[in-house]
């Protein structure tokens, strides 16, 4: 074989080795990262939530944060998550959060001013997280559902910051009950 062939030969070997191993690297990131977004219709019902005896009462306005580590939707609302609590902290609002009975994990370090709560009266009854709870100033629920809906939640699509206005201009709020299709992961096993 003359030298150019084998040279043309190992070029086409090298090439058709890269080849392969971008394909593998590929395949193995879709299947680790890349997931199907499947549409989840909840109901939220806030009537069962009531506040630990410590927090309630009047006072701040109190934000609850549902979330679940084992959960991939979890991710589509952390940063929008940490501009609220850059924006509202400031104003007065105070942020906690309650991760799902037997899980594993820790939110990130965006995320480290919310306050852990151990258990949340009525919280092992709630559908879905991640989910939020609003308390007013008189401690009463004002609002309690997803952050938004669809796959991700941002500040064109949130509920939360129309909630939050409300709330720190003195209106009044009631949005308990709420019905939505987006990214969710069940919170309680099925009996």
Not at 118 to 141: C, E, K, M, R, Y
Request: glycine share 8%.
């Amino acid at each position: 074989m003359r030298p150019s062939h084998r040279t043309t030969l190992l070029a086409s070997l090298l090439a058709l080795a890269c080849a392969i191993l971008l394909w593998v690297a590929y395949d193995w990131f879709q299947g680790r990262f890349l997931r199907a977004f499947s549409q989840h219709t909840a109901v939220f019902s806030g009537e069962p939530l009531r506040l630990p005896s410590e927090l309630a009462g009047p006072g701040a306005i109190r934000l609850v944060h549902f979330w679940d580590p084992a959960c991939p939707c979890n991710v589509g609302n952390q940063q929008h998550l940490s501009e609220l609590v850059d924006q509202y902290a400031a104003q007065g609002v105070e942020f906690y959060a309650v991760q799902k009975t037997g899980s594993q994990g820790q939110l990130p370090a965006t995320l480290s001013r919310l306050k852990p709560l151990a258990t949340l009266p009525g919280s092992n009854q709630i559908p879905a997280s991640p989910a939020v709870a609003i308390w007013d100033h008189s401690g009463q629920l004002a609002y309690f559902g997803p952050y938004s809906e669809g796959l991700t939640c941002n500040s064109t699509n949130s509920f939360i910051e129309p909630i939050l206005e409300a709330l720190s201009t003195g209106r009044k709020v009631n949005a308990t009950n709420t019905l939505a299709v987006g990214c969710y992961c069940p919170w309680s096993t099925p009996k």
